[in-house]
């Protein structure tokens, strides 16, 4: 399949312009010995939450189902669909199965990463009985494409004497969740990453897809892997790299070496920025401009849906939100990074709220 840049955003006028779904489309044209583009849909954080009975609650439910019909609209059809984890809010099979029936009508392939509302309760017990393996690697038209379980932590932790897994989960679902543990990938899977790109030729982009940032961003929340500069060493030697990632609920956008960083948002609700509650030292990117929320109690206020243009190994951001202005973070090939082409001047910066 074939489609000029401008052909797409043409066809996807419509969808862009509704603006209201949170879901992230994403075009990869790689340069001239590929040429190839193809298209693929980004959804993530649902945190669908159980009530009793069949009941859950709804507000989650209707922005999973609003990304999904969007998803299924789209023109081009998107060549295959990423999950970005945190189907579930505490993990439950209830709320792992209610997910997955409203994740059933997509049309197309879907590769899910895990989250830790997922995973906490039993281990990712559930989660991988119904959908396979927490991390792999794939290929799609010339693009490599690796799926981390990013959210594990250190043993000592995990298996310490709790009073029932329900305990273990509820700390890890907080925002502020001082009794906590960082979060990261692991020796296994860094050992695992290391052998699975031992095979891919340097020139190949890559296509990391995560939960947790793979930076450092800010300890108190979680916003952080804790062996993210080991992970970050081992895709060192690639051309381009892109890591795009969920968990943190807002844009966020960084370069380190050869690596750009981008969040995805949720269909579920807004997290504020670290700046706005810094008990600790936050390492927000730089690059990152805060975007404003006008009213942090209305669910859809930043959430939003993210086109994502790829070419030649770096993406192009463009965020639709609802009840917000819309952005566009677009690599700039002379500063070699992304760059927030509508807020980046600071005289042009909308300043955030600060009273959470």
Known sequence: MSIKRRDFLKTGG?????????????????????????????????HITHIKGNEFVRNWDMGLKRAIAECNLMTPRPDFIIYGGDIAQLGIPEEIDHGLEILGALRGKVHYVMGEHDYYVDLGDYWRKQLGPDYYSFDHKGVHFVVLNSIVTYDEWTHQDWDSPMARMKEMARLDNPNGSPFMVGPTQREWLRKDLEKVDRDTPIVVLSHSPLQKIYKGWNFWTDDAEEVQALLKPFNKV??????????????????????????????????????????????TVEMNRADPFFERDATGWQFI???????????????????????NEDKGHPEDTKYQAEGNQIPPQEHY
Do not use: C
């Open 242 to 287: 892109t890591v795009l990632y969920g968990h943190v609920h807002q844009i966020q956008y960084n370069q380190i070496g050869n690596i750009s960083f981008h969040a995805v948002m949720a269909t579920a609700w807004p997290w504020p920025y670290p700046s706005t509650y810094s008990q600790e030292a936050s390492y927000l990117p730089k690059l």
């Open 14 to 46: 419509a969808l862009l312009a509704a603006g209201s779904l949170p879901l992230s489309l994403v075009e990869v044209a790689f340069g001239k010995e590929s040429p190839q583009n193809f298209t693929f849909a980004f959804i993530s954080d649902s």
């Open 309 to 331: 243009n790829m070419d030649s190994g770096n993406i192009d951001v463009h965020y639709t939100l609802p009840d917000n202005s819309n952005r566009v973070v677009a690599f």
